[in-house]
């Protein structure tokens, strides 16, 4: 059974600092590019970051670009996203999820707010 459990989430200042993480089980992690997804309220769930299964190549979304980095360990089957310079804006539910494989987790809350 394929499963994805975020973690990390929390109430942060305007330019602070999470750390994200998602535990991935039930399929080959290595064998898959991840991405990290997030969904403010009233708004439709937005792509945020993306890595191939390998690691060696990542991509963001503009709003976050030069701020958040993805990285993963497939030695523990887990991907992470680093978030520095926190906005109000960055506030929402931050999902994980294997490209073309399984369904949405519980996800983890991220509040940006002073």
């Known amino acids: 059974q394929v499963q994805f459990v975020e973690s990390g989430g929390g109430l942060v200042q305007p330019g602070g600092s999470l750390r994200l993480s998602c535990a991935a089980s039930?399929?080959?992690?290595?064998?898959?590019?991840m991405r990290w997804y997030r969904q403010a309220p009233g708004k439709e769930r937005e792509l945020v970051a993306h890595?191939?299964?390998?690691?060696?190549?990542?991509r963001y979304a503009d709003s976050v670009k030069g701020r958040f980095t993805i990285f993963r360990d497939n030695g523990k089957k887990t991907v992470y996203l680093q978030m520095n310079s926190l906005k109000p804006e960055d506030t929402a539910v931050y999902y994980c999820?294997?490209?073309?494989?399984?369904?949405w987790g519980q996800g983890t809350q991220v509040t940006v707010s002073s």
């Open positions: 039930g399929f080959t992690f290595s064998g898959y590019a």
């Open positions: 999820k294997a490209l073309g494989k399984g369904d």
């Open positions: 890595i191939t299964g390998a690691g060696d190549s990542t």
